[in-house]
């Protein structure tokens, strides 16, 4: 059964919280001002409603916590690397970047009758802080007194991997040197990935 915004809302704060990590107060507070509670994680591609971003943010924390007692039994040398206090900064906060963008508008289609009806959408706004995406999250959060590790900062900062990146060669050579420093920065993008391509997708797979 799926869960309500205010049970995603309780397992949200209360895996953050238990992190006790310096900021995260105030963090949680910024959240709801800006909200990200309520906010959609896409404009349409994936948790496209109401609570979406809050759902895949947890979406993608409980992959990454399947993916490290996978990686542990393989590869017990990265244990140390992907605590579960980074796991769970690093999964629940990486989007952050998408609060406040999406803007509910009214578009236009067809219906069955092949007749034009308005329907309201949401559409991507990012005048008010375009910053990009990886590092509008680190920004945020460290404006408002979060306390990340630099590994915290790389995973967040990469997390949309070949999306993120430039032609520039710097790019890739940053991109190819965080995900080389921690294995933080392919864990997450593995689990958000796998969130958002499998388990939120809304379409039948054919085999």
Not at 7 to 26: P, Q, S, Y
Not at 38 to 48: E, N
Not at 188 to 204: F, H, M, N, Q, V
Request: include cysteine; proline fraction near 2%; glycine fraction near 4%.
């Amino acid at each position: 059964m799926k869960k309500t915004i205010d049970e995603m809302l309780k397992e949200f704060t209360d895996v953050l919280t238990v992190t006790h990590r310096k900021g995260i107060e105030n963090v949680l507070a910024e959240l709801d001002k800006i909200g990200f509670f309520k906010a959609p994680a896409s404009s349409m591609f994936h948790c496209d409603y109401e609570g979406g971003l809050l759902e895949h943010s947890l979406n993608v924390y409980h992959q990454m916590m399947r993916l490290r007692r996978v990686e542990f039994e393989m590869h017990p040398d990265v244990v140390g690397c992907v605590t579960n206090e980074s796991t769970a900064i690093v999964a629940l906060l990486h989007d952050v970047c998408k609060a406040e963008i999406y803007k509910k508008v009214e578009k236009f289609r067809k219906d069955k009758d092949n007749k034009w009806e308005k329907y309201l959408a949401w559409k991507a706004d990012h005048s008010q802080l375009p910053l990009g995406h990886g590092e509008k999250s680190v920004i945020r959060l460290l404006r408002w007194g979060l306390e990340l590790t630099d590994e915290e900062i790389l995973a967040i900062r990469w997390h949309m991997a070949k999306w993120d990146l430039s032609d520039y060669n710097d790019a890739k050579q940053g991109f190819n040197a965080a995900c080389d420093k921690t294995p933080l920065v392919s864990m997450l993008i593995a689990a958000d990935g796998l969130a958002s391509r499998i388990a939120e997708r809304t379409e039948t797979v054919t085999p």
